[in-house]
């Protein structure tokens, strides 16, 4: 079993949608857990971090549920510009430190 | 003024070759790492440098092999090149072990022919 596991899509959805992407991860010692995009042959680059208590950024908002090993992100009004790849990333302290990214989620957002 | 940045961008060689890609970062952090991504997009860690020390070693083989000659700097040198070692090589960056963001250089794309 991996150690964050993502639905790889892809996700079609027109502009104006709202989008959900899902995320378990195995290890529940993690500490850390953010959400990152990455655009086509492109870095992967931080979009936000994910708190306990749920955060939200302009259209997004970022879930995390401990309990069920569960982290969520939520893209409102969807824009051309969301079409990317969506990456779960968990941060293990007791693994040195490591981010473990899932495989992403691939997004397309049309016109 | 790029963060992280690696060179060089595009990688073609043979198999059976040597070669080496550099990574800087100008942001101070203490924390380096050299990520893969293969052809089914999934990024897995290789090492992890903290203050030039050795932190992460996964399960590589050992004709990669990481040199930190300062904490500004982590190059990557892979003997003996196969065809499976195609894929974008990731060099980042972070201030803390990665608690807080990571930044990424561009990329490195390998192909092994």
């Known amino acids: 079993r991996k150690e964050v596991e993502q639905d790889p899509g892809p996700f079609n959805v027109p502009e104006g949608a709202t989008v959900a992407f899902n995320c378990t991860y195995s290890?529940?010692?993690?500490?850390?857990f953010f959400w990152y995009r990455q655009d086509c042959r492109k870095e992967p680059k931080l979009l936000m971090s994910?708190?306990?208590s749920g955060n939200e950024d302009g259209r997004f908002t970022a879930q995390l549920n401990r309990a069920s090993q569960y982290i969520s992100l939520l893209i409102r009004d969807s824009k051309l510009s969301d079409s990317a790849t969506y990456l779960c990333?968990?941060?293990?302290?007791?693994?040195?430190?490591?981010?473990?990214f899932g495989q992403g989620t691939e997004l397309s957002v049309k016109p | 003024d790029t963060a992280v940045s690696q060179t060089p961008k595009y990688l073609v060689t043979q198999m059976g070759n040597d070669k080496s890609i550099k990574c800087e970062q100008n942001?101070?952090?203490?924390?380096m790492y050299w990520y893969k991504q293969d052809s089914k997009k999934f990024l897995k860690i290789m090492f992890s440098?903290?203050?030039?020390?050795?932190?992460i070693n996964e399960t590589v083989p050992n004709r990669f092999s990481p040199k930190s000659p300062d904490k500004a700097h982590l190059n990557l040198h892979i003997n003996s090149l196969e065809l499976g070692d195609s894929a974008v090589y990731f060099c980042?960056?972070?201030?803390?072990?990665?608690?807080?963001?990571?930044?990424f250089g561009q990329g490195t794309r390998l192909t092994v022919v």
């Open positions: 980042a960056s972070s201030p803390q072990g990665g608690n807080t963001e990571a930044f």
């Open positions: 290890n529940s010692a993690s500490q850390s």
């Open positions: 994910v708190y306990s």
């Open positions: 990333v968990v941060l293990n302290y007791n693994q040195g430190g490591k981010l473990i």
């Open positions: 942001l101070g952090h203490d924390t």
């Open positions: 440098y903290n203050n030039k020390e050795l932190i």
